[in-house]
């Protein structure tokens, strides 16, 4: 089952160590949100804790770009912010290419609605290494990634790692970029895996293919 952060109503991640997207980010004492904290860093406990857990999804309707990450690393799990580890590129991508005005931080990922981004995961649960999810578990969490997309009118759903979407969507020839296959009016893109251990990307290149995700979500 998929945990929304916030959905409006009316009219209206090869999930590596230290790339997928717990709860360390302090709460005012009244239950409200208050302005965006830094989460302390996890201690090994609170990885081992993490395991399997969940991350609120963080969605709206009508967003231009949904970002999808194949799981939480248990770092993230453990702070209760997507791509959160050290090291991961996420961030720093979405600013240089253009995404964001300045480079967010991982505490600060609510501020992506405003622009119409959002953050979720192909699996929800929680992991050390990509090895541990089952090939039927990216199948079953591909089919429910689409149709929170297309639910939500999500423009274009973007897929964080080529591996995943393989797995997820039975397509094994799939290459970053575009793809053909369309959910009602929500289009497919595959992103890089930012993780740092993505050596296959350096950070010039994972920059400009957001950039290019950013174009196509622009026009």
Not at 92 to 118: K, M, N, V
């Amino acid at each position: 089952m998929r945990v929304v952060a916030r959905v409006a109503e009316g009219p209206d991640g090869q999930a590596e160590p230290d790339g997928q997207s717990g709860s360390g980010v302090d709460a005012e004492p009244d239950g409200q949100a208050g302005p965006a904290r830094v989460p302390r860093r996890p201690t090994a406990a609170d990885l081992l804790a993490a395991r399997d857990r969940t991350i609120p999804d963080l969605v709206a309707p009508d967003l231009r770009v949904l970002f999808a990450g194949i799981n939480p690393s248990l770092y993230s799990a453990a702070t209760g912010c997507h791509f959160a580890r050290p090291g991961n590129r996420f961030w720093p991508a979405l600013h240089q290419s253009g995404f964001t005005a300045r480079q967010l931080r991982p505490e600060e990922q609510r501020l992506l609605l405003d622009s119409g981004l959002g953050i979720t995961n192909v699996v929800a649960r929680a992991t050390a290494r990509a090895e541990e999810l089952a090939a039927a578990e990216l199948r079953s969490g591909g089919a429910a990634l689409v149709e929170l997309a297309a639910r939500l009118r999500v423009r274009w759903l973007a897929v964080l790692g080529v591996t995943a979407y393989r797995a997820a969507y039975g397509r094994p020839d799939a290459v970053v970029g575009p793809q053909d296959m369309r959910h009602g009016d929500t289009r497919l893109w595959v992103l890089p895996n930012p993780s740092g251990l993505n050596a296959h990307w350096s950070a010039p290149r994972l920059a400009t293919a957001f950039a290019e995700l950013r174009v196509a979500a622009e026009a």
